[in-house]
């Protein structure tokens, strides 16, 4: 069974450069003041979580700091770093892109598109979910790479990702968790209001997002058909915090939260949600797995 992660929020106070070119440097860092609060609890110094209750001795800090130091820092940086411009450059892109073979066919008389018999309307409503699934999965796919991570398959109109975290599951976390924000916000501040002026429906998403150990699995038979999956209880838990997602929703599960920067955090709420709508343990404790909900 894997064993439940957890990361401690600092705060930077001093910085002094040892050696640039190597990339060697001397920090001092304490519990960040937005998720710690300095306490005292039954004659023992430490910092009381604000995000979950739970306290951390000062004496466990102290045995910890000497383990850090030498320790690579990772930091995955996404390549979108000026949103509001990515955002512009795709709605140009997009609505060059949905310029269909119906549309230009049509041209003189758009009014045939929609009056003319049932098989057309039909072939009408190929033609625009084809081409609103190719635009989805291509910018879906673009900010994916944009934060580290790897489109594992498309799913008609919807994909699966996954963020490696060999070397830094709470930075691949908030990287996780940034896409799938990013994702929420183009698809209604840059797609959709590129959607409707062409005449294209809006579209509505459930983005859920879980972490954890998975396998690498072929499947199926070599003289026959045989492909690589991703298996495990996570990926399993991902798709039913999917498909709990209310229309337009980005849920996360309590592994995510757990280890999520108090910076991305404070934006999620939990949600309640009756047994019937959703009654599935989490692996270690065999209780009811709590989802979050992000709340701008």
């Not at 796919?141 to 996954?162: E, N, P, Q, R």
Request: positive net charge; proline residues 5%; hydrophobic residues 40%.
């Amino acid at each position: 069974m894997e064993k439940p992660k957890m990361r401690i929020d600092l705060k930077v106070e001093e910085f002094e450069w040892i050696d640039q070119e190597k990339g060697l440097f001397h920090v001092r860092m304490v519990p960040d003041p937005e998720r710690y609060e300095k306490r005292v609890l039954n004659g023992e110094e430490g910092y009381l979580d604000k995000s979950d209750g739970s306290f951390l001795p000062t004496r466990v800090i102290a045995q910890a700091a000497p383990q850090l130091s030498g320790l690579p820092i990772y930091a995955p940086r996404p390549t979108i770093e000026n949103v509001p411009q990515y955002f512009a450059e795709a709605r140009k892109r997009i609505g060059e892109s949905l310029v269909s073979e119906v549309d230009l066919k049509h041209e003189e008389d758009r009014g045939k598109i929609f009056l003319k018999d049932n098989l057309e309307r039909k072939t009408l409503f190929v033609v625009l979910y084809i081409d609103i699934t190719k635009t989805f999965a291509q910018e879906m796919s673009l900010i994916v790479d944009s934060y580290g991570g790897y489109v594992h398959k498309y799913t008609g109109d919807g994909l699966i990702a996954f963020f490696p975290a060999e070397h830094n599951f709470t930075g691949t976390t908030d990287s996780a968790v940034d896409c799938g924000i990013l994702m929420k916000w183009f698809i209604l501040k840059a797609l959709n209001p590129i959607l409707r002026p062409n005449r294209y429906p809006a579209l509505q998403f459930r983005i859920g997002i879980d972490s954890g150990e998975t396998q690498i699995i072929a499947m199926g038979a070599d003289k026959v058909k045989s492909t690589v999956d991703l298996l495990g209880y996570t990926m399993h838990i991902a798709a039913k915090i999917c498909a709990a997602c209310h229309p337009n929703q980005l849920l996360i599960g309590e592994s995510v939260f757990r280890t999520l920067h108090i910076s991305r955090k404070k934006f999620f709420k939990e949600e309640r949600r009756s047994k019937r709508n959703w009654n599935y343990l989490d692996a270690n404790t065999n209780r009811v797995y709590r989802v979050f909900g992000f709340t701008r």
